[in-house]
């Protein structure tokens, strides 16, 4: 029971930090900052936790750490972020949600069959639908700009979920080597803002006002601390006990939570498309890896099957 109490907290966490970037956005801080100030909170927390330095096996291991820091922190938050000051948070959510369809379809580029091809195919030609279900029906709102503005948040949040499946690959394969998970973690923060050092000077003004704002620090303290440091060890403890195919069910929540979240918090609304393409994405989501967890238990011994987990978990 502790441990589903604890994958469902970690969801919960991960699915309302759209809401928390879109409330630090309209108080004035810039995509970039957040993307910093929020990292940099997660890599000390981390740091406080595993003191020590890891130092990776051999170079092709240290690359990996250095592509999935480029990829998985500093890439995909940008584009997330950015993403979020163009159209609402649900859409946002929505579409964040579906990066284990494109690990599945990275896993068939290299030549592995994590799913019948077939229900894989229907799985996300249901997801694609509830995106351009949720992403037209959000089509000029007061959250989300004009039509175009729209469109592009639209486009850069999908873009965000295949980098992130493209992390997930780099992470899953981290795993395997056998890195501990929270030092591990720490190092993709560290290699993450070291590639965000460059961007800096474009960042605009360091938002030392909005610091002071009580909001603004709680949800910055939020990002870094809970759902960038904290959560990475209670869904370890929910994947430990409870296993990596039952754990990353929950992820199956996150559009609906992420929704509910937004027209709570910010106001968004919630029409009746909106929630059709939200269920949409839900079910493609939920026949894509029911069948490729059926074909990972049936047709994949333990050594040579890839974490479901760090295929399909969010690093919020």
Not at 79 to 95: H, Q, R, W, Y
């Amino acid at each position: 029971m502790k441990a589903h109490a604890l994958a469902l907290f970690t969801i919960l966490v991960w699915s309302t930090t759209f809401v928390a970037t879109k409330v630090l956005l309209a108080a004035g801080l810039t995509p970039l900052w957040i993307l910093v100030i929020r990292f940099a909170l997660g890599f000390a927390a981390l740091s406080c936790l595993r003191p020590h330095r890891l130092r990776p096996a051999n170079q092709c291991d240290g690359r990996l750490f250095a592509a999935a820091g480029f990829a998985g922190v500093a890439c995909y938050f940008l584009l997330e972020n950015v993403a979020l000051t163009l159209t609402s948070a649900t859409a946002v959510g929505a579409i964040c949600a579906t990066s284990p369809l494109f690990c599945v379809l990275i896993a068939f580029a290299r030549g592995q069959r994590p799913a019948s091809p077939a229900s894989f195919t229907v799985g996300f030609a249901l997801a694609m639908g509830g995106i351009l279900l949720v992403g037209s029906a959000s089509n000029g709102s007061a959250f989300t700009g004009s039509a175009a503005d729209n469109l592009i948040g639209c486009g850069l949040a999908l873009v965000a979920s295949v980098v992130w499946a493209g992390y997930s690959t780099l992470v899953s394969r981290i795993a395997d080597a056998g890195y501990e998970t929270l030092a591990a973690t720490k190092r993709i923060f560290a290699w993450g803002l070291l590639f965000m050092m460059p961007a800096i000077p474009f960042a605009g003004a360091f938002p030392a006002l909005g610091l002071t704002d009580s909001l603004v620090v709680a949800n910055l303290l939020f990002l870094g601390l809970g759902a960038s440091a904290a959560c990475f060890a209670t869904w370890n403890f929910a994947v430990k006990h409870l296993g990596a195919v039952v754990t990353s069910t929950y992820i199956y929540l996150v559009p609906a939570l992420t929704g509910a979240a937004s027209a709570l918090v910010l106001g968004e609304p919630v029409t009746a498309p909106i929630v059709a393409g939200v269920a949409l994405t839900i079910a493609g989501l939920m026949l894509s890896n029911r069948t490729k967890s059926t074909c990972k238990l049936h047709r994949s011994t333990p050594a040579t099957q890839p974490d479901k987990a760090f295929l399909c978990r969010k690093l919020r």
